[in-house]
């Protein structure tokens, strides 16, 4: 990739960064499936509106049923934050809620005395239709962080 | 218009390079930080002009032996959904930044 020489983004400053993203959108598919056609649905807002009450406590049931007697151990806890996205994620497909997409964010790390940490996220959305659940889970020797945005898909 | 993920990649390491740089970690900081980043994040996002609604998130943490440990799962249109994820470090801080696009 032009420009990407690892070398020289040491050299730019004391900082380095790594980027990951899944595939790029449409290139995965050996036969790619044509464009889908939506018809109009004459809808103009959601019908069913996502339950955030239920889902933050989906949250709280998936992590404390998870990592209420666990320690935090490196490869453990890689397992766990892909786990508990899928069950998290499978759990709120449950509630049938239509027309709304989900992304679920998972973050487990380490309690020390001195560890400082802030999560924030800010998002360019529909507020009358968009939402979000949270959940933030604490034992002896690890935190969890749980959250969920449903954004409806006109 | 598909969400094009070296764009938002360049603009995310450019917002925590002008917000963060080679500053040491500052407790007081922090929150400051983390708001001006997905400030910056967003506000060049919306700049592009593309049809898609966004979800930036931005996770700030001293390094000191810490472990962490961050996933997503996403239920949506692999043709027009797309997300990134920049992982960011200068001497004493870790930065993750993730930005979700949902085309409408």
């Known amino acids: ?154 | 218009t598909a969400f094009v993920v070296e764009d938002i990649s360049n603009i995310i390491k450019e917002a925590v390079d002008t917000t963060i740089g080679s500053s040491p970690f500052q407790t007081a900081r922090v929150n400051a930080w983390t708001s001006a980043v997905v400030e910056t994040c967003l506000s060049q996002l919306a700049k592009l002009g593309k049809p898609f609604k966004y979800i930036v998130t931005c996770i700030v943490m001293q390094k000191n032996g810490a472990g962490l440990h961050a996933a997503s799962s996403c239920f949506w249109d692999n043709t027009t959904d797309g997300s990134c994820t920049l992982r960011w470090e200068n001497k004493t801080t870790y930065c993750i930044v993730s930005v979700f696009g949902l085309g409408l």
């Open chain 1, 1 to 154: 990739m032009p420009g990407f020489d690892p070398a020289l983004e040491l050299q730019r400053g004391s900082s380095i960064s790594t980027v990951s993203y899944i595939d790029e959108p449409g290139q995965h598919d050996e036969n790619p499936r044509p464009a889908v056609q939506m018809e109009n649905t004459y809808q103009l807002g959601p019908v069913k509106r996502f339950p955030v009450l239920t889902v933050n406590n989906i949250l709280k049931d998936v992590l404390t049923s998870y990592l209420q007697e666990e320690k935090y151990e490196a490869e453990l806890c890689r397992q766990m934050t892909k786990t508990i996205s899928e069950v998290i994620k499978a759990r709120v497909k449950e509630l049938m809620i239509p027309r709304y997409k989900l992304i679920v964010l998972i973050g487990i790390g380490q309690l020390s005395e001195q560890n400082n940490l802030r999560i924030a996220s800010r998002c360019l959305w529909d507020p009358s239709s968009d939402t979000f659940a949270s959940y933030a889970f604490k034992n002896s020797s690890l935190f969890a962080v749980a959250n969920v945005y449903a954004v409806y898909f006109e």
